[in-house]
């Protein structure tokens, strides 16, 4: 069973994909970073990057590239990392410009999701993002997270101070957002 | 970095050898210890620490590029009494930062007297502006101990662990330069 949506696809990365890995990497707004990189990644280091992955069956992150299912383009990628078996897991996302409000984004994170919460059995899920980026703040707000943390004023970026800003997704709450399913997995700490 | 700017008024703030290690297992394998050992990410936080994973630890904090551990040493006797590490992993402008200290010499200030120290290094000796830390939600002295130091509760992380048949949250604190400014300024009266 791929893990597939209703606007996209989450794949296995592939070498092919590395060129948008690249150009993402070098758009100020879609890189993703606490601190600006300079914009000067290439395809070739991405690639570098890519097949020096390894095999492993004990991996406590994962990237996929979020291809839109209608066309077969590459609109992205989405991660997960910091894995706590059946715990807890950090998401991020980067997803091109021209796919900005066309509701892939939201549609890949609610694909992961249903990946970590049904399939990892995980208890919560959190998300960085900053004060400066509304967008991704209320994507995550729609999908049920919530701010649950803030280093006030921790990131300076396009020539603003910012607060970073966790916010987290927890098991229960996904499950009252997502009624088609049912939480049969019991929890270890229940009032916890 | 001069040397004198690592000692405060009982201890030597200093790097850690090889030779610490029996010491370091001896303290960080209290009970009392557990959950707040504040050590490099995934060392066990629970499980007893066996000499080789406190010879990983030493080699971790050796390895540190963005950041540096030191051992806090009485400077009347030349014990070890505990450990500290500042760390900018993401960014110079926000560093954290982390403080264990031994059970049988907790409750004197020393943590306190280290834990200022270092904050006024980060502050004056590289480009912080903010300086965070972390400590679990059943933590109260170590709360606490954050709230005298001039830290601010900045959120909960829920589930970032499970103690005691619950789970626990990581709860945050921070501080901002002009906050440590201020509250110096106060405290010297000027």
Redesign the interface.
């Known amino acids: 069973m791929a893990l597939e949506g209703r606007l996209v696809l989450l794949r296995e990365e592939r070498r092919e994909d590395q060129a948008v890995f690249a150009r993402l990497r070098n758009d100020l707004e879609t890189q993703g970073w606490n601190v600006a990189l300079p914009p000067s990644y290439t395809e070739a280091m991405h690639i570098k990057r890519f097949e020096a992955m390894e095999f492993s069956y004990d991996r406590d992150s994962a990237r996929f590239s979020v291809e839109r299912k209608e066309t077969g383009e590459l609109a992205g990628f989405i991660t997960y990392s910091d894995l706590e078996p059946r715990l807890g897991a950090t998401i991020g996302i980067a997803i091109a410009k021209p796919f900005w409000g066309t509701g892939v984004a939201f549609d890949a994170q609610e694909v992961l999701l249903r990946f970590l919460f049904l399939e990892l059995g995980l208890r919560v899920v959190h998300l960085w993002s900053h004060s400066g980026n509304p967008r991704a703040i209320a994507l995550a707000e729609k999908a049920g997270f919530s701010v649950s943390g803030r280093i006030r004023e921790g990131m300076y970026k396009n020539g603003e101070l910012l607060d970073t800003v966790v916010m987290s997704l927890l098991r229960e709450a996904y499950f009252v957002q997502h009624t088609e399913f049912e939480d049969r997995l019991p929890d270890p700490f229940p009032g916890g | 970095m001069s040397e004198e700017r690592f000692e405060t008024t009982r201890t030597i703030l200093r790097g850690l050898e090889a030779a610490d290690a029996e010491r370091l297992q001896t303290y960080l394998n209290a009970p009392t210890m557990i959950g707040r050992r504040y050590v490099p990410w995934r060392i066990p936080d629970v499980a007893p620490l066996s000499s080789s994973r406190v010879e990983g630890i030493l080699e971790a904090w050796s390895k540190e590029k963005k950041g540096f551990a030191v051992g806090i040493e009485l400077r009347e006797t030349g014990e070890l009494v505990g450990h500290a590490e500042c760390n900018w992993h993401?960014?110079t402008?926000?560093p954290g930062i982390g403080i264990a200290i031994a059970p049988d010499h907790q409750r004197r200030g020393i943590g306190f007297e280290v834990a200022s120290r270092l904050i006024a290094h980060l502050f004056e000796n590289t480009p912080a502006?903010?300086v965070?830390g972390w400590a679990a939600s059943w933590n109260e002295a170590g709360l606490a101990f954050a709230k005298r130091l001039g830290f601010a509760e900045?959120?909960?992380?829920?589930?970032?662990?499970?103690r005691d048949?619950?789970?626990v949250d990581a709860v945050?604190v921070?501080m901002?330069k002009p906050e440590w400014a201020a509250a110096r300024e106060g405290a010297d009266g000027t």
């Not at chain 2, 900045?154 to 499970?162: L, Q, W």
């Open positions: 993401w960014d402008h926000c502006h903010n965070s900045s959120g909960r992380i829920p589930r970032s662990g499970i048949g619950a789970y945050m921070d901002l």
